[in-house]
């Protein structure tokens, strides 16, 4: 890896610091360069503005997410492999510490929501070869149920009772195995 690209790797992984910490509003170039070690203009040479860091912070995230997704994804040609390791790297997402990628994200979107179009543009590519059939519509119905359990659990929200969440998991798979199963429909 080259010094530039390590200088901007080491940039974005102490932008992402102080996001989680403090928030994207106190990403300042005077504390990514405290945080990183990186001069001012060696930050600026990687990022003019703070919406270029925060878009590339956010691509990160989502690329990211993506090689996490397909890590968890079944060995099978079968189905949609990428969607199932998608909500199995929901359901898990504290303990592979994935979970974490999201806090830069919704502070980044909080402060400047046209970032929001990143992660459009990004399910956008996602669902664009979808098959809206019975198959595909519980895969979409465990993948909301998954992005809905990661919610709750980011949140800390009740119930948090971890025999909950192992049914619960459970029966998300149970979801997606049976969308293996379904019969397309003719609409």
């Given at each position: 890896?080259?010094?530039?690209?390590?200088?901007?790797?080491?940039?974005?992984?102490?932008?992402?610091?102080?996001?989680?910490?403090?928030?994207?509003?106190?990403?300042?170039?005077?504390?990514?360069?405290?945080?990183?070690?990186?001069?001012?203009?060696?930050?600026t040479y990687h990022f003019p503005t703070k919406e270029d860091l925060l878009r590339a912070l956010?691509?990160?995230?989502?690329?990211?997410?993506?090689?996490?997704?397909?890590?968890?994804?079944?060995?099978?040609?079968?189905?949609?492999?990428?969607?199932?390791?998608?909500?199995?790297?929901?359901?898990?997402?504290?303990?592979?510490?994935?979970?974490?990628?999201?806090?830069?994200?919704?502070?980044?979107?909080?402060?400047?929501?046209?970032?929001?179009?990143?992660?459009?543009?990004?399910?956008?590519?996602?669902?664009?070869?979808?098959?809206?059939?019975?198959?595909?519509?519980?895969?979409?119905?465990?993948?909301?149920?998954?992005?809905?359990?990661?919610?709750?659990?980011?949140?800390?929200?009740?119930?948090?009772?971890?025999?909950?969440?192992?049914?619960?998991?459970?029966?998300?798979?149970?979801?997606?195995?049976?969308?293996?199963?379904?019969?397309?429909?003719?609409k």
């Open positions: 890896m080259s010094r530039p690209v390590r200088a901007r790797q080491a940039a974005l992984e102490a932008a992402r610091r102080i996001v989680r910490r403090q928030g994207a509003s106190h990403l300042t170039y005077e504390e990514l360069a405290r945080e990183s070690g990186i001069t001012r203009g060696g930050i956010v691509e990160a995230d989502l690329k990211a997410w993506d090689v996490a997704s397909v890590e968890q994804a079944p060995l099978r040609a079968d189905a949609s492999p990428e969607i199932e390791g998608h909500v199995r790297c929901s359901l898990g997402a504290h303990a592979t510490g994935v979970g974490d990628l999201v806090a830069g994200l919704l502070s980044a979107a909080s402060t400047d929501p046209v970032l929001l179009g990143i992660v459009r543009e990004h399910e956008q590519r996602r669902f664009s070869d979808w098959v809206w059939d019975d198959a595909g519509l519980l895969r979409y119905l465990a993948l909301l149920a998954a992005e809905g359990a990661f919610w709750r659990s980011y949140f800390q929200l009740p119930p948090s009772d971890g025999a909950v969440d192992e049914r619960l998991h459970a029966l998300i798979e149970r979801l997606l195995a049976q969308s293996r199963g379904a019969p397309t429909c003719k």
